[in-house]
């Protein structure tokens, strides 16, 4: 992983792109560690909140089919004189679309207006439908296509992977999970790291229910930092690659400027220990999801 990182404390408003890691997915591929999700976002807001995002310095958009924003992701990007080589775009395989997955990614390219992205994922496995599979090999042909740059799935759990790996060509590059303090997964992050599979977590801070323990407060104020920055460093020192949101542009700037500082081992420790496993999961369970 690309570790170069800001070395002094800046301004919110003035914390460099080029501050962001890259993280070399198992193809190839170079990803910004740190990402803008734009999980329910308004559609009619979507695109002036992607240009606060990219002029805060954030080159890494996380989309889906399903939220129903890709038009507003799509102009902004188009509105902000970006290099396309300079972004880093995700979009997400609808679960009811999963028996036509290459007439769905390419509905979701003409509404992002793009010619390719750089990520696409399975958004669910969907257990019950025993589709996953299916799609899965479809994701391998648009990958071939140079369309979709790696390929991907969000919230697989080990034997949906497992499944893949026996029955498929290409192992994915990515499995977005639920990943956050209370849900720390490491089973599943180590089966992760075995097979070449990188980590990305939404719901990064806590699904809107941010862990405010004595130990987080007290890192926080060790660093001069809140326990957000000090909840996405965390992540970041993990090797996570992270994909927080908002729709405030403060805050969006205050979760870019988290590179200025480092937890100590000690405090990566401490984290560990308020994993409450399934007790933590604030959003669906992948099983219940069909």
Same mark, same amino acid.
């Given at each position: 992983?690309?570790t170069?990182a800001? %070395?002094?404390a800046?301004?919110?408003? *003035?914390v460099p792109? @080029?501050a962001? #890691?890259?993280y070399? =997915?198992?193809?190839? &591929?170079d990803?910004?560690q740190?990402?803008?999700?734009?999980f329910k976002?308004d559609?009619?807001?979507?695109?002036?909140?992607?240009?606060?995002?990219?002029?805060v310095?954030?080159?890494?958009?996380?989309?889906?089919?399903?939220?129903r %924003?890709?038009e507003g992701?799509?102009? *902004?990007?188009?509105? @902000?004189g970006? #290099?396309r080589?300079? =972004?880093?775009?995700t &979009?997400?395989?609808?679960?009811t679309?999963?028996?036509?997955?290459a007439?769905?990614?390419?509905?979701s390219?003409?509404?992002?207006k793009?010619?390719?992205v750089d990520?696409?994922?399975i958004?669910?496995p969907t257990?019950a439908?025993?589709t996953f599979?299916?799609?899965w090999?479809?994701?391998?042909?648009?990958?071939a296509?140079g369309?979709?740059?790696a390929i991907g799935v969000?919230?697989?759990?080990?034997p949906?992977?497992?499944?893949?790996?026996?029955?498929?060509?290409?192992v994915?590059?990515?499995?977005?999970?639920?990943?956050?303090?209370?849900?720390?997964q490491?089973?599943?992050?180590?089966?992760?790291?075995?097979?070449?599979?990188a980590?990305e977590?939404?719901?990064?801070?806590?699904?809107?229910?941010?862990?405010?323990?004595?130990?987080?407060?007290?890192?926080?104020?060790?660093?001069?930092?809140?326990?957000?920055?000090?909840i996405?460093?965390?992540?970041l020192?993990?090797?996570?690659?992270?994909?927080?949101?908002?729709n405030n542009r403060?805050?969006m700037?205050e979760n870019?400027?988290?590179?200025?500082?480092e937890?100590?081992?000690a405090?990566?420790?401490?984290?560990?220990g308020?994993d409450?496993?399934?007790?933590g999961?604030?959003?669906s369970?992948?099983?219940?999801?069909?």
């Amino acid at each position: 992983m690309t570790t170069s990182a800001a %070395n002094s404390a800046v301004p919110n408003s *003035a914390v460099p792109t @080029s501050a962001v #890691p890259t993280y070399p =997915l198992n193809n190839g &591929t170079d990803i910004p560690q740190l990402g803008f999700g734009v999980f329910k976002v308004d559609p009619d807001k979507t695109s002036r909140i992607v240009t606060d995002a990219l002029e805060v310095g954030y080159r890494h958009l996380d989309t889906a089919a399903i939220y129903r %924003n890709e038009e507003g992701v799509g102009h *902004a990007i188009a509105e @902000s004189g970006i #290099p396309r080589d300079e =972004l880093f775009i995700t &979009t997400k395989l609808w679960n009811t679309d999963q028996n036509s997955a290459a007439s769905a990614f390419e509905k979701s390219l003409a509404r992002l207006k793009l010619d390719y992205v750089d990520l696409y994922l399975i958004h669910w496995p969907t257990p019950a439908n025993g589709t996953f599979v299916k799609a899965w090999k479809s994701l391998e042909a648009i990958n071939a296509t140079g369309r979709a740059k790696a390929i991907g799935v969000s919230n697989f759990m080990i034997p949906h992977l497992e499944t893949l790996l026996a029955e498929t060509s290409i192992v994915p590059a990515v499995n977005q999970i639920e990943l956050h303090v209370d849900l720390q997964q490491t089973e599943l992050r180590a089966f992760h790291e075995a097979h070449g599979i990188a980590t990305e977590a939404w719901g990064p801070l806590g699904q809107g229910r941010i862990n405010s323990s004595t130990e987080l407060l007290a890192i926080a104020e060790a660093h001069g930092k809140t326990v957000p920055q000090v909840i996405l460093r965390w992540h970041l020192q993990l090797g996570t690659i992270v994909i927080p949101k908002s729709n405030n542009r403060d805050r969006m700037a205050e979760n870019f400027d988290v590179f200025d500082f480092e937890l100590t081992d000690a405090e990566l420790s401490a984290i560990a220990g308020l994993d409450q496993g399934e007790a933590g999961r604030g959003g669906s369970h992948p099983l219940a999801v069909n």
